[in-house]
T-cell receptor, first 113, second 115 residues
Framework: GENVEQHPSTLSVQEGDSAVIKCTYS??????FPWYKQELGKGPQLIID?????GEKKDQRIAVTLNKTAKHFSLHITETQPEDSAVYFC????????????FGKGTRLSVIA | GAGVSQSPRYKVAKRGQDVALRCDPI?????LFWYQQALGQGPEFLTY????????KSGLPSDRFFAERPEGSVSTLKIQRTQQEDSAVYLC?????????????FGSGTQLSVL
């Protein structure tokens, strides 16, 4: 099955700086890679996703890049704000294509004002 | 409401008790998922419904776990004879399409504590 590894587990940045979180996956047939943000006491919320036929996707201050050859994808947050503080999870399909997601263990991001 | 609703928000059970956790998905969403999230970990897949059909229950940890969605809307996750290792947050998610991984909307979860 799919193995998703995420790092770092914790990340602290100054407000206004950039944050980068990286994930690796094991199944070369995986074709869909979402990122979720989870605030305390809430469920995960989808913030951005990318398909395997695209190398990069951007949505305002958030971007995701995908390297299929190396089997890793990264979340980039620019101009961080205190409200970006949360736990971020990457995920990938469990076997290939249309199968349930396997989540990483999460990265706790703290943005220091 | 507009989002996925789960109840109860918190549940405390004595070891050996049975519990039932409810999920109200977003109206019209075809797919419904249950995930288990241990403290400090990512969500782990339990089971998946497409309308009323349970298409994947490969993540259910034992036969003490049972899920149903009889009318293709509300779903219930039942845990029989609860054990301490069942303590976790149980998350429900739904999605509009009949896919198993895209654009999931999660509820806030039920935090289960087994004493």
């Amino acid at each position: 099955g799919e193995n998703v590894e995420q790092h770092p587990s914790t990340l602290s940045v100054q407000e206004g700086d950039s944050a980068v979180i990286k994930c690796t996956y094991s199944d070369s047939a995986s074709n869909y890679f979402p990122w979720y943000k989870q605030e305390l006491g809430k469920g995960p919320q989808l913030i951005i996703d990318i398909r395997s036929n695209v190398g990069e996707k951007k949505d305002q201050r958030i971007a995701v890049t995908l390297n299929k050859t190396a089997k890793h994808f990264s979340l980039h947050i620019t101009e961080t704000q205190p409200e970006d503080s949360a736990v971020y999870f990457c995920a990938a399909p469990s076997i290939s294509g249309n199968t349930p997601l396997v989540f990483g263990k999460g990265t706790r991001l703290s943005v220091i004002a | 409401g507009a989002g996925v609703s789960q109840s109860p928000r918190y549940k405390v059970a004595k070891r050996g008790q049975d519990v039932a956790l409810r999920c109200d998905p977003i109206s019209g969403h075809v797919s419904l998922f249950w995930y288990q999230q241990a403290l400090g970990q990512g969500p782990e897949f339990l089971t998946y419904f497409q309308n009323e059909a349970q298409l994947d229950k490969s993540g259910l940890p034992s036969d003490r776990f049972f899920a149903e969605r009889p009318e293709g809307s509300v779903s219930t996750l039942k845990i029989q004879r609860t054990q301490q290792e069942d303590s976790a947050v149980y998350l429900c998610a739904s999605s509009l399409a009949a896919t198993t991984n895209e654009k999931l909307f999660f509820g806030s979860g039920t935090q289960l504590s087994v004493l």
